[in-house]
């Protein structure tokens, strides 16, 4: 794998990116592909007298354009100078200037590495080790150089990380992209120039046969000009070559994305700011309303889920896309791997109040809601209820542990005690909101209702409990009516609900919810009071 490592004595790297004018005051930050190609190729015609490329440089060139290397950048920040280049003319009795901006990366005396994958036969390995050796600048004139060809067996260090984008990748935690020139394979380049020269032909109508006059020829030999012979023809084409025939972009090069670690070119020096990073917590209660302050224009108990469902879309886009993982909120590892067991956010929204209309949502998260978790709960302004009001408004009305909610007004802490139960557990309760199967059912074992049950429990870590199942009567009556079924994502196995009565052997602390939709309000269950 050939690799040059760079040092600038100067302390600085000067070059402007292709496509940007140099007053744009911007820097190319990694040097593109394109750039050190082209530098090794002029290293061979002014310090190896080249009159042409030898083969063992054609091979050389072509194997390192077919390729996209691998950086190492060191520390650098950006910084300029501004020059008033004299014009060489006269304006009011004085010789008119014109602003002219140098950028440049300060790299004091880090190393910038360079690694291709492949590699190379002997000669055109000798021929690298050669022309890296006589390299002086890279970039422009005064962004002096000493290069050294190392061996397949150096170690690239492991800060300043910056290599190509792959495709399908996905972001790159504290990378940021940028885009570098780079050749494009010489066999792509072939194939384009071919169809390219034809489709060309073509439109010129040449009767096949005859003898071109002399116009024809003139047009024949400006479009095979208009085009380099190879890539390593393209490579050695100067800028006013491609301008002077109007190439949007030098002949056989290609935009690439490259990821760069965020920080590996610093405006100026950044202060060091202290980030307080909130402490992850077990619980956020958020208080519901609507535009006018009416309490009856709240929706009902019976659209716990596709509240909940809503509420967690607007969390989620809150988390923007940069990457950064938030498994509490989206139920997913960093690798997009669902997590195994329910210890990341039940969304429940609640009536606490007892008006039959849902005014508060818990939400609830066993693993704790971290920094970014909380941003996104504490910048959600509105949520919406389908079929209902436009909009409700969302507040965070607290935070903290769930035991924390039994600090709220004397008006709420009834409803909250039903969730949580009595501050020493209850052994009995209640379907709040009915249980749907998480499985298809069976009349019998642990695909029946019942075993289902006991399954849910057993995956919460609760102890052992007898399952109830309630007659539709009563209270149970009005669960038969919920929204069982979601807008989006998995449906349930078998559209029906359950009410229960679970007896625990012991005081269990809620809050409890097991089966089909359990994080978002379903499967539900208040603590009654004892006799």
């Known amino acids: 794998m050939p690799t040059l490592v760079l040092r600038f004595p100067g302390g600085r790297y000067h070059a402007t990116p292709g496509g940007h004018h140099v007053n744009e005051g911007l820097v190319e930050w990694p040097p593109s592909p394109w750039r050190l190609v082209r530098a090794l190729i002029a290293s061979g015609y002014t310090t190896q007298r080249w009159e042409q490329m030898p083969p063992e440089g054609r091979r050389l060139v072509e194997t390192l354009s077919s390729t996209l290397p691998e950086y190492r950048l060191p520390p650098a920040a950006l910084g300029h100078t501004r020059h008033y280049m004299p014009l060489g003319k006269l304006e009011g009795g004085r010789e008119k200037t014109t602003l002219v901006l140098d950028t440049f990366a300060d790299v004091g005396d880090g190393a910038l590495w360079v690694r291709w994958p ?46 190509p984008l792959t495709m399908g990748s996905r972001s790159v935690p504290g990378c940021e992209q940028v885009t570098v020139t780079a050749p494009v394979d010489p066999r792509d380049y072939a194939k384009w120039r071919e169809q390219e020269l034809e489709s060309s032909m073509n439109e010129l109508a040449l009767s096949a046969g005859k003898k071109l006059t002399k116009v024809q020829q003139k047009k024949v030999d400006t479009i095979e000009n208009l085009y380099p012979v190879d890539l390593v023809d393209c490579l050695q084409r100067d800028t006013s070559w491609w301008k002077a025939r109007r190439w ?81 909120l989206v139920g997913r590892g960093a690798a997009g791997d669902p997590l195994k067991g329910h210890a990341h956010a039940h969304l429940l929204p609640i009536d606490l109040d007892g008006d039959e209309r849902l005014d508060h949502v818990i939400v609830f998260a066993p693993m704790g809601l971290g920094a970014r978790a909380q941003r996104a709960v504490r910048s959600l302004r509105r949520t919406y209820t389908k079929g209902g009001v436009g909009e409700l408004h969302v507040a965070v009305a607290g935070l903290g542990a769930l035991n924390d909610l039994r600090a709220i007004g004397a008006g709420l802490s009834n409803g909250i005690e039903k969730l949580l139960g009595p501050p020493g557990g209850s052994a009995s309760w209640v379907s709040t909101t009915p249980f749907v199967p998480p499985r298809y059912l069976k009349r019998h074992g642990r695909s029946s209702v019942v075993g289902q049950v006991e399954a849910e429990i057993e995956a919460r870590s609760l102890p052992l409990a007898k399952v109830e199942v309630l007659e539709w009567t009563g209270e149970t009556l009005g669960l038969r009516h919920f929204v069982r079924r979601r807008q989006r994502g998995p449906q349930p196995p078998v559209d029906v609900g359950f009410a229960l009565r679970l007896q625990f052997g012991k005081p269990v602390a809620g809050p409890i919810c097991l089966g089909y939709g359990s994080h978002f309000g379903l499967g539900r269950f208040s603590a009654e009071q004892s006799l």
């Open 118 to 163: 492949g590699s190379l036969d002997e000669e055109a390995q000798k021929l690298f080790d050669v022309l890296v050796s006589h390299l002086g600048y890279l970039g422009r004139g005064e962004s002096w150089v000493f290069a050294q060809s190392v061996s397949d067996a150096a170690c690239l260090p492991d800060t300043g990380r910056s290599f």
């Open 248 to 328: 949007s972009q030098p002949p056989g090069s290609r935009s690439v994305l490259y990821w760069r670690e965020k920080g590996a070119l610093q405006v100026g020096v950044g202060a060091s700011p202290r980030i307080s990073v909130p402490a992850r917590v077990e619980t956020m209660l958020l208080a519901l309303t609507t535009p006018s302050g009416s309490k009856s224009a709240l929706p009902t108990p019976l659209r716990t889920l596709p509240q909940a469902e809503l509420l967690h879309r607007a969390l989620v886009s809150k988390l923007g896309f940069d990457g950064e993982p938030c498994p509490e």
